[in-house]
Structures are given as structure tokens and as C-alpha cells.
């Protein structure tokens, strides 16, 4: 499964971002995880093939995770983003399962720079 994410750029504090993904083939589990320098990749958001939704604390109402199942595709619309999201954030798919702890059985997109301004 190829993935790939677009979406990505430099936004002042408490602006909004839209991201965008799309896979080769339709896949169970759809995310997004997202990495600072220096730090490890943490899950952030994921939704399922049938619109099951999870979001970590930190993000929880504020990014909202959507899916179009025809078209392999996914968003995250991120509002209200503050300077220490500054990261680089991942498009990734699973067949199986989902789930914002786990790191390996995913395919991954090489990344979209989000960076904050303050």
C-alpha cells in the first residue's frame, strides 16, 4: 500500500491546517501520527473503515479525522494549532487494526512539514 500526504506549511498560532492522504488500496485503519524533533512519533488520530473515530488528549477537539472509503482517502483539519505542534506529520494505513500506540504494521507516507509560528 502506497501512501501519500500533502497538506503541510507554516501557520501562525492558533490558525488551522488541513491535511490530506490517500492509498493505494482501501485499508482497515487510517491515521495520522506526527513527530518533533528530538522527540518520538506519537498516533494523534485514527479512523476506520466504518467511521470509528480516536484522538489523543491533545488534540481532541480541536483536529477532526475524516475518510472517503471510495476514494482511499483521508483528511485531519487541524484548528487552533499552537507552537509546540510544530512536527512533522505521517499518513499512515493498516489492515488489521488500529490503534494511536502502536508503531509497527503500518504503511507510512514520508511526511508533511507543519510548523507554528508564535
Known amino acids: 500500500v502506497q501512501v501519500v500526504e500533502s497538506g503541510g506549511g507554516l501557520v501562525q498560532a492558533g490558525g488551522s491546517l488541513r491535511l490530506s492522504c490517500s492509498a493505494s488500496?482501501?485499508?482497515?485503519?487510517m491515521g495520522w501520527f506526527r513527530q518533533a524533533p528530538g522527540k518520538e512519533r506519537e498516533g494523534i488520530a485514527y479512523?476506520?473503515?466504518?467511521?470509528?473515530?480516536r484522538y489523543a488528549d491533545s488534540v481532541k477537539g480541536r483536529f477532526t479525522i475524516s475518510r472517503d472509503n471510495a476514494k482511499n482517502t483521508q483528511t485531519l483539519q487541524m484548528n487552533s494549532l499552537q507552537p509546540e505542534e510544530t512536527a512533522m506529520y505521517y499518513c499512515a494505513a493498516r489492515q488489521d487494526r488500529c490503534g494511536l500506540g502502536l508503531k509497527d504494521g503500518y504503511y507510512w507516507g514520508q511526511g508533511t512539514q507543519v510548523t507554528v509560528s508564535s
Open positions: 479512523i476506520t473503515m466504518y467511521g470509528t473515530t
Open positions: 488500496r482501501s485499508t482497515f485503519c
